[in-house]
């Protein structure tokens, strides 16, 4: 079992910036994936971006060049710096761990708003 700490979540104005970060309980076993998923009331959660331990990283579209995701394997932690904020960024963001192999293990945090005010 793994089990992830968020932090950083809260209040920002359009335009501003907020940094999340999550710590596991343990080295997560390679490959993996850590990352960010986000979900608004009555939507399906979404991939905002995760980063492999082998190093590509993917992002939803919606915010390529405005966010940023990075991990540290030492602390295992990964991380998510978010620039440029806009209202439509309101959401619970949750932070996604997956061990990749035969039979691929997923972990989630408990969540951490974000809410961007116009």
């Known amino acids: 079992q793994v089990q992830l700490v968020e932090s950083g979540g809260g209040l920002a104005q359009a335009g501003g910036s907020l940094r999340l970060s999550c710590a596991a309980s343990r080295t997560i076993l390679s490959p993996n994936a850590m990352g960010w998923y986000r979900q608004v009331l009555g939507k399906q959660r979404e991939l905002v971006a995760d980063?492999?331990?082998?190093?590509?990283?993917t992002y939803a579209d919606s915010v390529k060049g405005r966010f940023t995701v990075s991990r540290d394997n030492a602390k295992n932690t990964v991380n998510l710096q978010m620039n440029s904020l806009k209202p439509k960024d309101t959401a619970v963001y949750y932070c996604?761990?997956?061990?990749?192999?035969?039979?691929?293990?997923?972990?989630w945090g408990q969540g951490t708003q974000v809410t961007v005010s116009s």
């Open positions: 980063i492999y331990s082998y190093g590509t990283t």
């Open positions: 996604h761990v997956r061990e990749i192999g035969a039979r691929n293990f997923d972990y």
